[in-house]
């Protein structure tokens, strides 16, 4: 008898005739055990075929991690549309860095078994807090690595992705961090041997002055070039999240003639500190070429800033 579309008779190994249903290429084969020409066969391939409608018999892309899996639901989350859209690029990239690493894991230390191919049920509290705390030595990345998994799950919550209907970082605690109230702040001491170390003419001390005496963020300070230069003055529009040019564009006055600066000590008080030879800040902001990051001991700074100060007291220099 002649078969229905898409149903095919395949001979085994040991020449006995097999029946399945195959919709072509990028799907899989389903054996049909009914005999052909019966209700049941033509009940059971009718099923098959609103099955496959429905891509229920589609293989998964190579490479694609098994469903119902962390690394799938990882996956789910971070290819998601609302997620590219809400979340900065960097912000995106160090969490896939520090999820990406906990997915590799084994999920017992000795055992074989990693983290990524634990079903999404089986990820519990007990879970999270063992990888927290095999982190231990260093509180900071274990809590950032609960606050990227726990947002990945009510990600998930709210985007209805792999019948996930519970946060299991929810009740997770914190590990109290070695550095209590983040981190420190300088002091004229700190500045002075920083720029002991890093001479007039270096990017290192470009970069203090940009990010002491401008206001900038320290994502910002990168990004200042030439362009930024406006009758006198460093315009720019300042960067938070994913909204990148949004908010208020801050005006900061320079002094063209300026060679020194002041910089307010605690207590009270100024003295002078030679911050860059010629144009002062227009000669530092036009330098600016290339953009490179900030040296890590300014970015771990928090140096006391002031915006337009120079415009402020440009007259008294």
């Keep these: 008898m002649k078969l229905p579309q898409f149903v095919y008779r395949v001979p085994s190994r040991h020449g ?8 072509g290429r990028g799907h899989r084969r ?17 099923e098959l075929l609103r099955q496959s409608e429905a891509g229920a018999t589609k293989l ?21 549309t609302d997620y590219l859209n809400k979340t900065s690029e960097r912000t995106r990239y160090v969490t896939a860095l520090i999820v990406e690493k906990m997915l590799a894991e084994a999920v017992l230390p000795s055992g074989a078994d990693s983290v990524g191919d634990m079903p999404i049920r089986y990820f519990t509290r007990d879970t999270m807090e063992a990888l927290r705390d095999r982190r231990a030595g260093t509180p900071e990345a274990a809590n950032n690595l609960v606050k990227r998994v726990r947002a990945m799950f009510r990600r998930a919550i709210k985007k209805r992705i792999g019948g996930v209907t519970a946060n299991p970082c929810d009740n997770v605690e914190r590990l109290v961090p070695n550095r209590v109230g ?3 702040q300088w002091t004229p001491a700190n500045l002075d041997k920083f720029e002991e170390r890093h001479p007039i003419g270096t990017k290192a001390h470009l970069a203090l002055g940009l990010v002491q005496y401008l206001g900038v963020r320290r994502s910002d300070v990168p990004l200042l070039g030439r362009q930024h230069v406006r009758d006198g003055k460093i315009v720019f529009r300042m960067y938070k999240g994913p909204q990148a040019g949004d908010g208020a564009a801050p005006e900061s006055a320079h002094h063209p003639g300026a060679a020194t600066h002041h910089r307010r000590q605690r207590g009270g008080g100024h003295h002078g500190r030679t911050l860059l030879p010629g144009d002062g800040v227009r000669q530092a902001v036009l330098d600016c070429r290339v953009r490179q990051q900030v040296p890590a001991v300014v970015r771990r ?17």
Excluded at 16 to 23: D, L
Excluded at 301 to 317: D, F, I, K, L, M
């Design 16 to 23: 006995k005739e097999r029946v399945y249903f195959w919709r």
């Design 30 to 46: 389903v054996r049909i055990r009914e005999a052909p020409g019966t209700a049941e066969f033509h009940a059971r391939v009718a």
């Design 60 to 80: 998964a892309p190579q490479g694609m991690p098994a469903e119902g899996t962390m690394r799938w639901l990882w996956t789910k989350v971070s290819t998601d």
């Design 182 to 184: 983040g981190f420190p």
């Design 301 to 317: 700074s928090r140096v006391v800033r002031t915006v337009g100060a120079w415009g402020a007291q440009g007259s008294g220099h």
